[in-house]
């Protein structure tokens, strides 16, 4: 099992930024993956960005490529998004979701992000 607890979201104005955190605990050794989602009322859950755990490797949405970064922090079982030049089409609740190897099945409780125009 794998814990997730994200945190960082709020509310921002067009243009601004916000840095969201995803710190783990549990069973972490066996990750894969990290990723960040989001997701509005309604809506389907969007993939935004992933990163293997070992080695580093990174990808991005069309959507956000270019404006958001992830990074990860091994030694504190933490993951970063890092959102820049936020627009109102970003505003969801953004999930962070870990990989052990059979899909993203562990999930944390979300945080809003709100982009104000």
């Known amino acids: 099992q794998v814990q997730l607890v994200e945190s960082g979201g709020g509310l921002v104005q067009t243009g601004g930024s916000l840095r969201l955190s995803c710190a783990a605990s549990?069973?972490?050794?066996?990750?894969?993956?990290m990723g960040w989602f989001r997701q509005n009322p309604g809506k389907e859950r969007e993939s935004v960005a992933r990163i293997i755990w070992s080695g580093g490797s990174t990808y991005y949405s069309d959507s956000v490529k270019g404006r958001f970064t992830i990074s990860k922090n091994n030694a504190e079982n933490t993951v970063y998004l890092q959102m820049n030049s936020l627009k109102p089409e970003d505003t969801a609740v953004y999930y962070c979701a870990a990989d052990l190897h059979y899909g993203f099945k562990y999930w944390g409780q979300g945080t809003q992000v709100t982009v104000s125009s």
């Open positions: 549990g069973r972490t050794f066996s990750t894969y993956a």
